[in-house]
């Protein structure tokens, strides 16, 4: 297990998150459970109408990237964090 931390520049906020990036798939991608997916949302940004950031409510340089997921059975968003390959200065 390792710690990532999700930045919103915008509200001056973070989060971080357990990832086990041993459960990635075969691209690196990991997707995060439905659990993390909200709170990471409601700890950035808890208005429903603010438009600050991407699908966790992240704004700024971070230190994954971010993609948004929709489960094609239920529905639901989410997303799913892969490592960037290199380091940003």
Known sequence: MSIITIYNTFHA???RLNVDWSRADGEGLMPLTHFQYLRCRRI???SHDCDCGGPLKDRGVQEVEIYQTQNSRTGEYGASVQRRLRTID
Request: proline share 0%; aromatic share 0%; hydrophobic share 15%.
């Open 13 to 15: 906020t973070e989060c």
């Open 44 to 46: 950035l940004c808890g």
